[in-house]
């Protein structure tokens, strides 16, 4: 009897020995979830980081995105980045501390700095910006930073095989046919207020003709990074865009040129966010009264003719520049009996400059018995048939269409 008090007592305390367990062990367990930091994961890739910039740390707004190599133009909707050409844009201060360019790959820590040499460029091209900007070569054994003179907005760009960046400031406006300045000027827009994470540049009150344009910035429309690099095709060198195209809903780098097709007033608003990237809207607000194209010496300009000393022209001199034949009131005629070389193409301008009205292939209703020889190069017209032509362009100005009436003699 007394053994069998004893085991039940044994039982007993052995099961509020394991009670006893159970509840320091979940208690602990629950204690040391509650005090552990989670693990941040780092994407792979190239970073900009800084105390000249939104982020010290790594931060997936800031990871630099591959862009297309200009010289490969045009960019359109599917085109292949280049995978070593690396580009972000970012508002940026002068603070002292500056920013660097990081590369993530796994576990591993790469920042790039600037070497001896990079700074400020003293020989732009006649299409790079033509406001002050920094180019050179780069290491992972620098111990630099980068800096910029002046708070702003900037492009930095870089690419890892050659290992040269480029450091933009970014200025808006808009260029093209259609609006105030043609392809000679641009239209600048006003600028928001520095800003670390966004920015955005707007227009009031633009006269936005029928025609092509483009967004670029900085007046330049691409930045060189190397001549010597050899491409697909025979084509050497890398250049990065500092122009944007392709249509406002879907801006590329580079792209196509936009095309608009309803003239009128308009209002703008071209936006940046750190990690959505740019937006377009445009606004119509008003009608533009119908213009008076009389006075209009329209003339054909490209490299598919030969100019009148006999040389083949190259986009520098226009053929048959004229004023119109104007019927109605409102309606305007050019014509034109030319002889076309196919391995070219051409436009409409005004005058003997890119600063008034220029027509390109996307403008226009094609018409006539030799319409299906022609056809879009990159909003320049292309014809596939060599032969003398008779060409005629026609303006309504009442609706502000545009028809090209094409015959092969």
């Known amino acids: 009897m007394f053994m069998k008090n004893l085991m039940m007592k044994i039982s007993t305390l052995l099961a509020v020995v394991a009670m006893i367990a159970l509840v ?23 970073y900009v980081k800084g105390a000249a910039t939104a982020y010290t740390d790594f931060n997936v707004n800031a990871m630099m995105k591959t862009t297309y190599n200009e010289v490969l133009n045009p960019v359109v909707a599917g085109s292949v980045t280049r995978p070593y050409l690396h580009e972000l844009y970012i508002p940026i201060t002068a603070n002292a501390g500056g920013f660097s360019i990081v590369k993530v790959a796994g576990s591993a820590r790469t920042t790039y700095g600037p070497m001896a040499g990079f700074g400020v460029v003293t020989n732009p091209t006649t299409d790079e910006p033509k406001v002050p900007f920094q180019r050179g070569a780069v290491s992972s054994t620098s111990t630099a930073i980068f800096t910029v003179p002046q708070d ?8 890892d095989s050659l290992n040269k960046v480029a450091i933009m400031r970014v200025h808006w406006g808009i260029i093209g046919a259609a609006t105030p300045g043609g392809w000679s000027n641009d239209t600048m827009f006003t600028e928001s207020a520095f800003n670390p994470t966004q920015m955005s540049w707007t227009l009031t009150g633009l006269k936005l003709m029928k025609g092509e344009w483009k967004f670029r910035y900085s007046h330049g429309w691409k930045v060189e990074i190397d001549t010597n690099v050899v491409l697909p095709g025979g084509k050497k060198g890398v250049k990065v865009n500092t122009n944007f195209g392709g249509g406002t809903t879907g801006l590329l780098p580079g792209g196509n040129n936009i ?7 308009y209002n703008i608003t071209f936006a940046y966010a750190m990690g959505t990237g740019y937006s377009a809207t ?5 009608n533009i009264p119908p ?10 300009i490209g490299n598919v003719y030969l100019k009148l000393d006999g040389t083949q022209a190259n986009w520098d001199e226009n053929f ?18 030319i002889p076309i070389n196919a391995a070219g193409d051409f436009k409409f301008r005004q005058g003997s400059d890119w600063a008034g009205k220029s027509i390109g292939y996307g403008d226009v209703t ?9 056809s879009d190069d990159g909003g320049n017209f292309k014809v596939s048939i060599t032969g003398n032509y008779t060409i005629v362009l026609q303006i309504d100005a009442a609706t502000e269409t545009y028809t090209v009436t094409a015959t092969k003699n």
């Open 366 to 374: 094609m018409a006539g018995p030799a319409a299906a020889n022609f």
């Open 282 to 286: 445009l606004t119509k607000t008003g």
């Open 24 to 46: 320091v062990g979940t208690s602990s367990c629950k204690k040391k979830d509650d005090t552990t930091t989670p693990t941040v994961i780092v994407l792979d890739g190239f």
């Open 320 to 337: 048959g520049t004229s004023l119109p034949i104007v019927t109605g009131g409102t309606t305007y005629t050019w014509t034109y009996n």
């Open 291 to 300: 213009i008076n194209y009389s006075t209009y010496q329209m003339g054909i």
């Open 152 to 159: 702003g907005f900037y492009h930095v760009v870089f690419d």
């Open 259 to 265: 095309v608009n097709s309803d003239p009128g007033i």
